[in-house]
């Protein structure tokens, strides 16, 4: 069971840059999330997905676009990479419990370096 | 806004030793409450939580408390082992259309010595 797998593990870009994180859960969870964490800092919400086709912004989603065409795959992308986009994504998905179950499934994270 | 401050850290234990992590939020209504744990080179996972006022969590011999009344989620071990070395991170939940909207604290990194 792989459950939520983020590709690339790193990536280093320079300014200006753009490219697409990967994340993909095989648990048919409805709900998806992209999360940054940056150093000595607690995880931040970028952008998160109710379901297929609906996606909404969260803390910090200046800078970053998402899609949503399927229940499994949600990517995130940036355009114009800078220096302060320099930090640890992590792609996290659950189910709609209708409660506040809270348990989250997260992916192992992608280390990005914007030089 | 809704709000999570953990104490700082490292914090630094010798095995065996008790441990406590202290957690307050600020929030409107009543949240539930999470500790996450995040050990080297892998994403985060629910350790422990608390959905109500007196509720207590408890996983793998780690406990917290709800308490309202003083807006704590303290994280708490009686000996604590090498293998609980990670960083740990107390959150709140901010329902929205069902969605998880987590917010943490800032992580507490912990290591324990043999």
């Known amino acids: 069971n792989a459950g939520v797998t983020q590709t690339p593990k790193f990536r280093i870009l320079k300014i200006g840059q753009s490219m697409t994180l990967q994340c993909t859960q095989d648990m048919n969870h409805n709900y998806m999330y992209w999360y940054r964490q940056d150093p000595g800092m607690g995880l931040k919400l970028i952008y998160y997905s109710v379901g297929a086709g609906i996606t909404d912004k969260g803390e910090v989603p200046n800078g970053y676009n998402v899609s949503r065409s399927t229940t499994e795959d949600f990517p995130l992308r940036l355009e114009l990479a800078a220096p302060s986009q320099t930090s640890v994504y992590f792609c996290a998905s659950n189910l709609p419990t209708g409660g506040a179950s809270g348990k989250l499934f997260f992916g192992s994270g992608t280390q990005l370096s914007v030089l | 806004g809704n709000s999570v401050t953990q104490m700082e850290g490292p914090v630094t234990l010798s095995e065996e030793a008790f441990l406590t992590i202290n957690c307050t939020y600020t929030a409107t209504g009543y949240p539930s409450l999470f500790w996450y744990v995040q050990y080297p080179g892998e994403g985060l996972q629910l350790l422990l939580k608390?959905?109500?006022?007196?509720d207590k969590g408890s996983n793998k011999g780690f406990e917290a408390t709800y308490r309202k009344e003083t807006t704590s989620f303290h994280l708490e071990k009686g000996s604590v082992q090498v293998s609980d070395s990670a960083v740990y991170f107390c959150?709140?939940?901010?329902?929205?259309?069902?969605?998880?909207?987590?917010?943490f604290g800032q992580g507490t990194r912990l290591t324990i010595n043999p």
């Open positions: 608390a959905t109500k006022a007196d």
């Open positions: 959150a709140l939940s901010d329902l929205h259309q069902g969605a998880q909207k987590l917010v």
